[in-house]
């Protein structure tokens, strides 16, 4: 079990360029999450999937946002025209999708800036 | 839905004092209650969970807290704070059938030599 790990820690791009980040969870996990969290404020959920399925989506993720999971493994968070309010800590978390408590393992995050 | 308030964005003890973090929620349907620590520069490390069962949870690192649903608090302490408990701690809201956490907007607890 080597936890939670994302790619890449840091990412700085100026604005209008696209960013890509991966998630690679704990391996038995089916359930990912991603999070987005500005300075001051706790983490704010974007979206999730069971598996490949991307099954909520919030209406934070705007159009410019997308999320794939396509084998049920490895997800990434694509932005495209990226606008400085992007700028944030972007976490992903997985999760064994047992009945009951859902309990959720962060990752360290990546960190976007954009100039 | 649900909710959650951490009331003091910045707390300061001394080392070896009593640390209270407050969280209170709102929820509609039994909730399930998690406190987690962000170390900076690092992700979130759960610190314990409240699944309905006893009311007292006993966490990580000499952490607790007490779900009071009459109150509708769950206050996280620590009898004797350490400098290693310097940190942002989160208190998250989530229920059964429900997947997304949702989080306070956390507590920087600094620790005084």
């Known amino acids: 079990d080597t936890g939670v790990s994302q790619d890449p820690r840091h990412k700085i791009t100026k604005r209008g360029q696209n960013v890509t980040f991966r998630c690679d969870p704990i391996?038995?996990?089916?359930?990912l999450y991603w999070y987005r969290q500005t300075l001051g404020q706790g983490p704010e959920f974007l979206t999730y999937?069971?598996?490949?399925?991307?099954?909520?989506k919030s209406r934070l993720l705007s159009d410019r946002f997308s999320a794939e999971r396509p084998k049920g493994s490895f997800s990434t968070l694509e932005i495209q025209r990226t606008e400085q309010g992007d700028s944030a800590m972007y976490l992903c978390?997985?999760?064994?999708?047992?009945?009951?408590?859902?309990?959720?393992?962060f990752g360290a995050g990546t960190r976007l800036s954009v100039l | 839905a649900q909710s959650v308030t951490q009331l003091g964005s910045h707390v300061s003890v001394s080392e070896g004092a009593l640390v209270l973090l407050r969280c209170n929620y709102s929820?509609?349907?039994?909730?399930?209650l998690f406190w987690y620590v962000q170390y900076p520069n690092q992700g979130l490390q759960l610190l314990l969970k409240?699944?309905?069962?006893?009311?007292l949870v006993k966490g990580i690192n000499g952490f607790e807290a007490e779900f009071k649903k009459s109150e509708t608090s769950f206050h996280l302490t620590k009898p004797s704070a350490h400098m290693s408990d310097a940190a942002e701690y989160f208190c998250?809201?989530?229920?059964?059938?429900?997947?997304?956490?949702?989080f306070g907007t956390g507590t920087r607890l600094k620790v005084l030599a």
């Open positions: 978390a997985s999760s064994a999708g047992l009945a009951g408590v859902n309990i959720q393992y």
């Open positions: 409240y699944t309905s069962a006893a009311t």
């Open positions: 391996s038995e996990h089916n359930r």
């Open positions: 929820s509609s349907v039994p909730p399930y």
């Open positions: 998250a809201v989530s229920t059964s059938g429900t997947y997304k956490y949702i």
């Open positions: 999937f069971q598996n490949e399925a991307q099954l909520e």
